[in-house]
């Protein structure tokens, strides 16, 4: 059974960092699945962060977090992360890790079969 674990999360200042890891267990092998980061705000949808694909090579970003967020996998560990750096007030929400199946980047929530508990990030003024 495929389990995801976010950690990381916390309560952070504007412009502050935080780095979020998902750690993943029961995936037939961690090289065959597309990874993707989404958040939750109170009264929100399921929000596209960020998305990594297989092989690590390839990543894709929401625009309103594009050159302040990073995403990465290290396979060996079976664990992708999320560098946060700059972060706004308009970050806060609840941060999920989610897997699929898949070779391709993706960045709807329902393209994704496995998710995580999420992990509060909020980023206070």
């Known amino acids: 059974q495929v389990q995801l674990v976010e950690s990381g999360g916390g309560l952070v200042q504007v412009g502050g960092s935080l780095r979020l890891s998902c750690a993943a267990s029961?995936?037939?092998?961690?090289?065959?699945?597309?990874m993707g980061w989404f958040r939750r705000a109170p009264g929100k949808d399921h929000e596209f962060v960020s998305t990594?694909?297989?092989?690590?090579?390839?990543?894709d970003y929401a625009d309103s977090v594009k050159g302040r967020f990073a995403i990465s996998k290290d396979s060996a560990k079976n664990t992708v992360y999320l560098r946060m750096d700059r972060l706004k007030v308009e970050d806060t929400a609840v941060y999920y890790c989610?897997?699929?199946?898949?070779?391709?980047?993706?960045?709807?929530?329902?393209?994704?079969?496995?998710w995580g508990q999420g992990t509060q990030v909020t980023v206070f003024s």
């Open positions: 990594i694909d297989w092989a690590g090579r390839n990543t």
């Open positions: 989610a897997a699929v199946a898949s070779l391709r980047l993706l960045n709807n929530p329902r393209d994704y079969d496995h």
């Open positions: 029961g995936l037939y092998t961690m090289h065959s699945y597309t």
